[in-house]
């Protein structure tokens, strides 16, 4: 597969690089044994970022997941390797075609601007569905049993005045007010990933982000959604920062059509909500089976051990952030085939691995990480370690009573080291200059991201992710606008450095 890049890394709409560049954040400190003129430039960087979220969102099995597979692939013969059969998983795949919510009645009426859709919640016709709107608090506090459709529809012909809206078979929604996402705090995620060193950073910053996994319950939570048509979920978020929010990505198919909305627009819904006005609500989808596959691709060593360092991620995602570990991961072969090329190859072979299934409502299917463990006994089995790369180039963005705004920082990011590779780490990790980045214990109470599944069978595993609030949205720009090429390029040839030095032990 061949896609066209324009020479200032416009694709498809995405903003190209910007007029004067991006300034580099400081003077970068890389070691001797890392070849700098083989690092990716900013330049570099950016392209490759603009041309996966030009695809637009890669989510499990669509076909823009597939176009961005099969650049992987083409990328990873390029650069020297041999590219595995593929692993396929089968996929229900579940796409949104439109969605919308219009209030038909009273002084309030009118389109009401929708931040983003549940995936795989429900669908309605094309024409959407015509009913009347109840707001859960109000009608809760009136004392109606919302999961008995007879008496939501007498509550609804009391507050009418109307008998037609008492007739318990006419479709009706529900107005719920998540109350989310919450705010925490830095130290509290500290201690539940486990942190036991760090770089400096904006620690007092409130911690509350979008992709809070209380919101991806609230809505199969809410009383009565199950009798209701539809639900409409207020959200503590402004439209900017909510636009596009793909929550949940790993849930199986509900059978409740429901939608998004920020705070702004949910004054209004709860203001119109208090005469139970009529709404047209839509929300269409188109449903495929299909399948999906994982990605391996072998760079062989120089012949000087039969080991292997794995190199991790996974491909679907929403924009930039979810998921360029694949781009670094393309870029990291470049860097080491040059590198082979000129005779300073590493020792090691090796084993990029970018898994499927991480957008998808079945994890059942998905084995992910624990998949190409158990599909590949043999690399696994020879290898010395696994490095595991998610969410690069992360700039952190609050979304508070200033307004939706960067603060010019790094985000929070960790990375979850095994003690056998403690020391290594701490040293390399201090060398960079990488502001709210932490370091993490492989047995704290939260582990996340696909590298998980190395340190539950005992393999020395370095796994690095960020969190960022638009983890999970899905903008037409592909949060480009929110990459810092320069900070993944420092991670980058962190990252880099460790595989160079991890090669060197014995």
Same mark, same amino acid.
């Given at each position: 597969? &061949? ?24 003077? /970068?400190?890389?070691? *001797? ?28 099995? *669509? ?10 692939? /083409? ?7 041999? %590219? ?9 795949? @579940? ?6 919510? *219009? %209030? ?7 389109? =009401? ?7 795989? $919640? ?21 004392? =109606? ?6 008496? %939501? ?39 539940? !990933? ?6 400096? $950073? ?13 919101? @991806?319950?609230?809505?199969? #939570? ?20 909510? /636009? ?26 709860? +203001? ?11 929300? &269409? #989808?188109?449903?495929?089976? !299909? ?15 039969? +080991? ?13 952030? /979810? ?32 898994? !499927? ?24 089995? +020879? ?82 992710? *960020?969190?960022? !609030? ?37």
């Amino acid at each position: 597969m &061949t896609i066209r890049i324009e020479s200032d890394g416009a694709l498809a709409g995405i903003p190209g690089w910007p007029s004067g560049g991006f300034p580099a954040a400081g003077p /970068e400190r890389i070691p *001797s044994y890392v070849e700098a003129g083989l690092l990716p430039s900013l330049r570099e960087i950016y392209q490759d970022n603009a041309l996966m979220v030009g695809l637009g969102p890669r989510i499990t099995g *669509s076909r823009a997941h597939d176009d961005f597979i099969g650049w992987l692939h /083409e990328q990873f013969q390029r650069n020297g390797c041999d %590219v595995l059969p593929y692993a396929y998983s089968p996929c229900n795949l @579940w796409e949104a075609l439109s969605w919308g919510v *219009s %209030v038909l009645d009273g002084r309030l009426a009118g389109d =009401v601007p929708v931040a983003a859709y549940y995936p795989r $919640g429900g669908e309605t016709p094309d024409e959407g569905l015509v009913g009347r709107l109840v707001d859960v608090e109000t009608a809760a506090a009136a004392g =109606v049993d919302l999961t008995d459709p007879a008496a %939501v529809a007498g509550w609804l012909a009391e507050v009418t005045g109307e008998p037609a809206a008492g007739d318990p078979a006419a479709p009706y929604f529900l107005l719920i007010d998540s109350h989310l996402p919450e705010v925490g705090s830095r130290a509290d995620l500290d201690a539940e !990933t486990g942190v036991f060193h760090r770089q400096p $950073g904006d620690d007092d910053t409130p911690w509350k982000t979008l992709w809070d996994r209380k919101l @991806w319950k609230a809505v199969a #939570a809410a009383p009565g959604a199950r009798a209701a048509a539809g639900v409409v979920c207020v959200v503590d978020a402004s439209y900017q920062a909510l /636009e596009g929010n793909y929550v949940p990505p790993l849930a199986g198919y509900l059978g409740i059509p429901a939608l998004y909305v920020d705070r702004e627009a949910g004054t209004r819904l709860r +203001r119109a909500a208090t005469t139970a006005p009529r709404i047209r609500f839509t929300m &269409t #989808a188109r449903r495929t089976a !299909t399948r999906t596959p994982s990605i391996v691709a072998v760079l062989p060593g120089d012949g000087g051990t039969d +080991r292997t360092l794995i190199c991790n991620t996974h491909s679907d995602g929403t924009n930039f952030v /979810e998921e360029n570990g694949a781009v670094a991961l393309v870029e990291i072969a470049r860097y080491l085939n040059a590198l082979r090329l000129r005779g300073r190859g590493l020792r090691h072979t090796v084993v990029f691995s970018a898994v !499927t299934g991480h957008f998808n409502g079945d994890p059942a299917r998905f084995p992910e990480t624990e998949g190409f463990i158990a599909d590949h006994p043999d690399l696994v089995g +020879r290898a010395t370690a696994a490095l595991t790369l998610e969410h690069l180039g992360v700039t952190e963005w609050l979304d508070d009573e200033q307004g939706y705004r960067t603060t010019g920082l790094p985000d929070w990011g960790v990375m979850w080291v095994d003690e056998r590779l403690e020391k290594l780490a701490v040293e390399r990790f201090d060398h960079y200059d990488l502001p709210n980045h932490r370091l993490a214990r492989r047995d704290a109470p939260m582990y996340a991201g696909v590298g998980k599944a190395f340190a539950d069978i005992d393999l020395p595993a370095l796994s690095f992710l *960020s969190a960022p !609030t638009y983890l999970l949205t899905t903008p037409v720009n592909g949060c480009l606008d929110k990459l810092d090429p320069a900070l993944m390029r420092r991670q980058m040839t962190w990252f880099i450095d460790l595989l160079h030095r991890l090669d060197a032990q014995p």
